[in-house]
């Protein structure tokens, strides 16, 4: 059963039905991800229409496409919309480190539902930096689509035209590393609610061996396995 949009009574905005049945990840397409390399570094490039998915007017969209803006304070978990806007600085926007699904109803300003904020670093693993959707969604729904923009990060990995090691083309990595330059007054709350995002993804704390990379020293480093 597909995930329909409907109305907020409450405003204006389109929110998605929670009532409906949570959509096989299974069933997903390739998204139409195009990858390239420039100047040593990975860009990533999508704007597919879930549709044909079972998502009536969703959208999946990097942010060479749409760069989300997000309102802070605004309808978002603690700590998001520093780490999207962060990932769009110096020409993040350009490569792509931030993703996003889109709602777009006919007639009706298109609207940010989930972001993942990530980074690469060589040729592998690709980074989760942040991963989330607004509070207007239901927990299952969210999941739903933070489940989606994870697997779109996957396939990114997986993409021939990538520079990732064939090793990390089934498990991403989450930092909070890019915390450390957070503002110092809120960066004790955002690494908490940032861990917690990331447990409830199913991130695990990494256990070397292999040692972890030294960027990423004297930050909370996670991993999955898909």
Known sequence: MAVMAKQDSRSPRWVLDSTAAVHRLGAMPAYNIKVTVKHKEMHLEVDYGLTGSGHPHLFLRSSTSSAPVLPDPGPWPVGIPWSVTDRLRNGGD??????????????????????????????????????????????????????????????????????????????LRWSQVALAHAPHHERGRFRRENLRRALSGRFVKYQPPPAPARWTKGAWLGERTF
């Open 94 to 171: 350009e490569k792509g480190r931030v993703l996003a699904i889109w709602q777009e109803p006919p007639g009706v300003a298109p609207v940010p539902l989930a972001t993942l904020a990530w980074h690469v670093h060589g040729t592998g693993p690709l980074y989760v930096f942040d991963l989330g959707h607004t509070e207007a969604l239901t927990v299952d729904v969210g999941r739903q689509l933070t489940a989606i923009l994870l697997d779109a990060l996957l396939r990114a990995a997986a993409h021939p035209d990538a520079p990732v090691a064939r090793e990390w083309r089934s498990r």
